[in-house]
Each structure stands twice: as C-alpha cells, then as structure tokens.
C-alpha cells in the first residue's frame, strides 16, 4: 500500500445524504400495505397476567389484531448466544407465558391500519394482574450478590490484604454508580415483512448477522430464509448490540397479521426493554510507600442484573495492568433483580471501573501530597503485570507529557479550593484511559468492476463513528484508487459476516478483511492480465508485475500500466471477485497485551453558593494505534468527552422501588449533556506504531474516548471544592450536604 488517503482527515461521504434526507433509517423503509404496532407494558414490576380483555379493543376503529399470550404462536427459541449474549440464563421469552419479570415487559401487542389507532388502542387495553413488590436496589439490605457462571475475575497476584495492613500510607473508599439509559437520537424500530417463510427485517440493528440468526433461532428457521437491513444507525452506543423483544414481536404481528409490519419504541419503552447499564458497587483500597509507590491495591465490585440472565462486564479487567503494584487483588459480583438485563453501553465495564480505580488514585495523590500525575508516573508498570506479558504499545506517559502541555498543567497550584475566577471555584482534574485493542474474524468481498471502479461489502454497521468513509479510504488505499471510484456497502446480513459494530473493534476487524480481500482481488487480476493474449502483460509471471496507483505494469517499468477496467474488459467484462476473512495474529496476541491509552484533562468551574458546576475545558490525548482518518476520530472522541461528562454530573435512572418503574424514563428529567453544557474540548493522538495488533496498526478508538472523561471531571471538582464526592451522577446536592 501506498500512502495517499489513510491519515487524511477526509470529510464523511455518506454526510450529504445524511443532512438531506436521502439516508434511510429503520423506521423509514415503509412497505406497500403497512400496518403499525404499538406494544402494551406491563404496569408491575414482578407477578403474573390474571386477565386481559382483547374484545373491546379489537372493535376500536382500525385495530386489525390484538396479540397477546393467550393467542401468540408457540415460538421455537432454539438456543442462540453470540458473543454478545449473556453467557448465563436463557434472553426473554416474549408472550410465550403470563409471567411478569420486570416493569414494562411486553405483555400485548395491538396492530392497527395507522399509528394513531394502534396508540389509541394500546391505551385502551386493561391487563389485569397479580403484583408483587420487586427487589430493584441492588444495594438494598437482603441483596444477594453472586459469583457469575461466566465470572471475568482477573488473576490477583500477592497478598493484597497484608501489604495493606503494612501500608505507611492508605486509602479505602467505595464508589456507588448510577444505571445509565443510552438514549440514542434514533429510537429502536423495525419493520417486518414475511413472503411465505422468509422473513424481512429493516431494523436499527449494530449487528445484523446476529439478528438474523437470533430470530432464525427464535422462530425455528434456517439462518438463510432471514434477511437484515440497516445501512444506517442514528446512534446506539451499545444498546442495538443484541436483538432485543421487539423484534420478535415484529415478526410475530406481521405474520399473524399476513401483511408487513412497523413498530418502533416509544422514548420511554426504550428505559424498558433494551438494556441498560448497569448500578455498580465498587471497593478500592490503596496502600503506598510514603514516596508514592504502590504496595497493595483492591478493587471488589458488584453489580446489577436480571434475575433471568447473567450479564457480566469487564469492570475489573484494566485494575491489573494500569499500575505497578505487587499485591492486588479483585472480586466481582452481579446482584439478580427483578428488572430487565443490563447490556453494553459506551466503554462497557472500562468505564465504571476505571472511574473508581482512577478517583481512588487521586484520593491517594493527595493523601500524598503528590501531583496526580507524578503518582502514575511512579507506577508506571514495565509490562502487563496482570499477565506478564509486554504491551505490544503503550503511549499513556506521552499522553500525559502532550496533555499536560496542550492544558498548561504546569499552572496549576496543588491546594483545593486554591484556584479561583473571580468569584467561582476552579479545580483541574486528570485520568488515565484504557481499553482494549480488540480484533475479532470478520469477512469481506472486493469486485473489480469493467468501468475501472471497485464495490466493496462487509456486514458492517454504522451507528455514526463514520464506518462508510474510512473503510472506503483503506480499500482506496489498497487498491490505489481514489476515493470517489470505490463504493463500500454495509448493513445487510447476506453480506460477508463481521463482528459487531462495538468495542471498538470495527476498524481493526473489518479494515483488516479489506485489506485481505484487496490483495486477494489483484492477484486475481494479475491472474486474469497474464492469461490474456492481447493483454500487454500476456504471459507474465506474478513476482514480475507491480501494482503503482491503481495500475499493473512490470516491475521496475515507469510507463503506464492496465488499468483494473483494462483487465475486467479484456476478460470478458465479468467482475473480478475476491472475498477473504481476517483474523488476528493468534501468535501476537497470545505474546503481548493489547490496548489503547489515554490521558484526559479537565477544568470546572464551581459556584460556592448554589454549587452549580461547569465543565468549562476538556482535553484527551490518546495512543490508539494508526489514525485513518484524524478529523472523523476527533469527533469520536468529542462525542466520547461528552457522554463522560454525563456520566459524571448527569445521567441516572431512578427506579420506583414499589414496582421498578422507570420515573424519570423521559428526556425532561433524564438529563444528558446539551450544547450550553459543553464548552472546550479537545482531541490529540500522539504518533503511535503498533506492528502486533494487526497489519493495519489499528487498535481501536470509540470507546476510550469515555472512559476516562468521567473520573477526570470527579477529581477537578474535588480540586475545586475540596469535597470528595463519592456517588454518581455528582449532583448539586451533593456538594450542598458537605457545605
């Protein structure tokens, strides 16, 4: 390859359909005789259908059928689990029995000829049923937290305990994290239409080859006769990753009814249904020699999940290889409620944890009296002491020198509550970030086509990082073809598979079987070129030949060579096709420990009397690998900044403990940060090669962006107060109680 469009910070393709309308999203792929669906709640939080009278719904104008347990089919719900599924339990069942597990499980479905109708008539069906209390606080007295059958507990190593003991300086706190709702700009839709046994979904979906065998297992069919179509996300964050019930459901009303189907959720159904992330309760005790080395380090944490399934995360996975210490050790546990199961959202695990662990070394920083960032400095590990195993790159101390540079750290004076703007209160806070450089298989075609441009497929999605430009930019490369002569296509799962559009692992995945599939699709065309008798490179051998720009020509020879049109068209016009799948080095990655690193600066702003708080400047620097495209990855990482910063002062989600409902399940009282939230922020990458992780030197962006955003918010707002706040979303409130 080349260098002539990777590193470009090359403006999204796909942006003039998206601000014009021409991008279709889920719910805009209406069918010709359309009905809509609306789905009915169940209003307790735990307990069982007495009754539910469909007669006088189904007489309302429009209502073409009212489903509902008693009347649904008998699904098949073969067993299915992606690696995206929980690893226990068993997904939910829907209207296969009376049983109420949650608030707002989907108990009926009412389909009607228009929208209007089919709310009206989902308000107007009563279903009657015998309530229980449910238990939703997983820090209630009574909780029982256990150990997951698909328990990630990282390896401690030492006697973590002793050494704590021993430890001439200490700190032990615990840190309690609110559930989170992903609130994407695109509500979860789908559209179903069945033509005999082949089912059609055009549904918002992160992982379309999943969906399709999820409901191909669901509904007793071969993977085959199930078709998914998303070419756009309007924003998911992890909440699309699984197929959640309303798909199903769907597909259910369109073939009881024998006509397609749309049905998208409601703002407030999408607190219900598709998962969440999860309450966490963390422990992290740090024990240091008094010139900053670290002797012992715990961090035990618990966390939320469905009484029907084990949901599980990396909460725990960067405390062993973040700091040097001899003696940790870790302990994870999950807490069954009666509510929906929790899922991924934006930096899965990585983020909660790190927040803890990333607070807890700054508690330690001024127990010390010691700058925070000295304080990693010291601990700076050689290698993975978790596995001991060498990074295979590892750029956190260059963050922090380029970070510190960028924010002007060097002015800050160290004392709370010793930095002022007039009147407010200034506090500047920093955080480390990690997560890991992921690769999983994942498939690709490349077609040479006779007017000299080039289409290219994976079962990708695009939930907004800008996925159609920068594999376009890396097949362009490959090829040595401009940008705008090669054509990627994603989000349909008769498409070559590829892993789901999350942990930030699409660049590195996909890339890489692009990349595959490029080379496969040229020496296909030397193959073509050589047995061509016209062809001025008739009978030349493949180690003679060179691709320069796009063309074959002999090696060495400066001429103009044939170009990829020449060599279709010679050859009777028929497309040279090449599909390969790529994965990762299984030697590197048993070698070496793989992850991105960041660094994240950030100033607030404190008013003493009414303790409102401001982020007024943040600034990330990050090691990820190879950059595609750096203006496309600074958005990214904006948007990362952001929803850190709802993390740390805004996002909750309150349950009602009498019956788990959602109370604050609306974007009045759900808040999230809007634009007069957000003032400065700033993306840098420092200049990183990491030859392990895979050809591309790709590690993976999206996800570390938040990661760090959070904890760095938490410590500056404690430089500027002086009050250590140890819940989160940090509220008003919270600073008032300390006042």
Known sequence: MNDMVIGKPLPRIEGRAKVTGAAHYAAEFNQPGQLHAVIVGSTVGLGRVRHIDTAPVERMPGVVAVITHLNAPKLAYNPHKSGIDPGGGERLHVLQDAEVRFYGQPLAIVVADTLDHAERAAAALRIDCEGRTPAVDSAAPGAQAINPDAGREPGGRGDADAALAAAAVKVDVVYDMARENHNPMEPHATV???????LTLWSKSQFVVNEQAEIAAVFGLPAGNVQVICPFIGGAFGTSLRTWPHVTLAAIAARQVGRPVKLVLTRRQMFYTTGHRPRTVQRVALGATRDGRLTSLIHEGSAETSRYEQYVEALLSATGFMVACPNVRTGYRIVPLDTATPTYMRGPGEATGMTALECALDELA?????????????NEPDIDEGDNRPFSSRSLMACYDEGARRFGWSRRTPEPRSMRDGRLQIGWGVASA???????????????LADGTAEVEAA??????????????????SLGLPMERVRFRLGRSDYPPAPPHGGSMTM???GSAIVAACKSAQAEAVRRAAADPRSPLSGTAADAVEWHQGQLRRRGDTAPGVSYGDIVS???????????????????????????????????????DVKTMQVRRGLGVYGAGRIVNPRLAASQCVGGMVGGIGMALMEQTVLDPRDGRPVNAHMADYLVPVNLDIASLEAHFVQEHDPHVNALGIKGLGEIALVGMAPAVANAIYHATGTRVRNFPIRIEHLLEEA
């Open 192 to 198: 179903a239409a069945w033509a005999g046994d082949r």
């Open 366 to 378: 001024y127990a010390l009296r010691l700058d925070p960032i000295e304080l990693r400095r010291r």
């Open 434 to 448: 990690t997560y890991p450089a992921l690769q999983n298989p994942a498939s690709a075609r490349v077609r040479l």
């Open 460 to 477: 990708a999605s695009d939930m907004g990082p800008g996925t159609y430009t920068s594999m376009t930019q890396i097949a362009a490369e």
């Open 508 to 510: 590195a995945s996909v």
């Open 570 to 608: 010679g050859s009777g016009g028929s497309p040279v096709e090449a599909m390969e799948r790529a994965v990762r080095d299984p030697d590197a990655a048993q070698r070496y420990s793989m992850h991105s690193f960041g660094a994240v600066f950030v100033e607030v702003a404190v008013d003493p």
